[in-house]
């Protein structure tokens, strides 16, 4: 069944389920942020809004639009016309069959105020798609929206004064484009993400920022707390990343980041990686993210780009800025 089900049709199943499931259990903190979470997917990831459901049933709605019908006399004994049983046919109230569920989805659930103002409230008022056109928006929803782009834009020079983060295991491409086709140099680039990985330790101790890694790297059979450790982080990042824009919406795993963020002292992680493409000249794109892992907030987004050799000293200038703006105190 859930194979079959689109991503608007899963995400409705999935909040009527776990709403229900709230009301039964109000006290579930889990609960109602999975509920926050899953009214924010069907508006920011599915652009549905309540103007999308119906408050009737297909019965209900057939049933009201046949009492529409003028009744007549009909003399029963004498056999209609081919012309009274089309007439008659035309009068009927077609209800199509083969429409998205998801429209009579909430039925029971538009009676219920608290559904309706925590919908409303994640879709920022809107009830239907059509209504987030630019020329629609307050100025207050304007402002809302200049402010986040500005927060953004800023984001990379911010101060942020964090004392210990995690080092997830870093990402590292090499690839050079041969005739057009791009191939990548899996054992160079497996050694430059060691590399990577090591620059990263020598620039948070000159900064004095505690770190653990994380990564599977030099893993022994003992280690597997470790590799279990590093399979949920790349899963609440994965995740993390398709909500994109988002970050409301709770992640699957968040009870696990809370032991985690108990067991080693911090809620920042941080994600670094390198893509380098060779061709007549070698190009690299370097990445930086700091991630919020109690509250799914990116709080450092940074990207370089240069036109040169990806040597150590270049690399270790771009990792050393981004961990100063962590460590440093703003004033």
């Not at 005739?179 to 990985?197: P, T």
């Not at 696990?256 to 108990?262: A, V």
């Not at 990445?287 to 990207?303: C, P, R, S």
Request: with cysteine; net charge positive; charged share 30%.
């Amino acid at each position: 069944m859930l194979d079959n089900l689109d991503a608007k049709e899963l995400n409705t199943v999935a909040l009527s389920y776990t709403y229900k499931a709230h009301k039964k259990n109000p006290d579930d903190a889990v609960l109602s942020m999975l509920t926050d979470s899953l009214f924010s997917e069907m508006v920011n990831a599915n652009q549905l809004y309540l103007g999308d459901f119906s408050k009737s049933t297909k019965a209900q709605l057939k049933f009201i639009d046949t009492a529409k019908i003028p009744v007549t006399n009909v003399d029963t004994t004498v056999e209609e016309s081919k012309y009274s049983k089309i007439k008659k046919q035309q009068q009927k109230v077609e209800i199509d069959t083969d429409e998205n569920f998801t429209k009579y989805a909430f039925v029971g659930l538009l009676q219920d105020n608290e559904f309706v103002k925590r919908y409303t409230k994640a879709a920022r008022g809107l009830t239907h798609k059509a209504e987030i056109k630019k020329d629609n928006l307050t100025y207050k929803e304007r402002r809302k929206i200049e402010d986040q782009i500005a927060k953004e834009n800023k984001n990379k020079y911010t101060l942020l004064g964090v004392d210990k983060v995690l080092f997830l295991e870093p990402f590292y491409m090499k690839v050079k484009s041969v005739g057009g086709n791009d191939m990548i140099n899996y054992f160079e680039s497996e050694d430059k993400q060691v590399k990577l990985a090591e620059i990263q330790k020598k620039c948070a101790a000159k900064l004095k920022l505690n770190y653990d890694m994380i990564g599977t790297k030099n893993m022994t059979t003992g280690d597997m707390d470790r590799y279990n450790l590093n399979s949920i982080l790349n899963d609440w990042m994965t995740e993390r990343f398709n909500h994109g824009d988002n970050p409301e919406e709770l992640v699957v795993g968040t009870d696990e980041m809370k032991s985690l963020i108990e067991k080693y002292g911090t809620k920042y992680l941080v994600w670094t990686g390198i893509y380098n493409e060779k061709a007549r000249r070698s190009h690299n794109t370097y990445f930086f993210i700091l991630f919020n892992l109690e509250t799914g907030e990116v709080m450092k987004y940074e990207t370089r780009y240069t036109n040169s050799k990806d040597n150590t000293d270049l690399i270790t200038s771009f990792v050393y800025n981004s961990l100063m703006y962590v460590t440093k105190k703003p004033k």
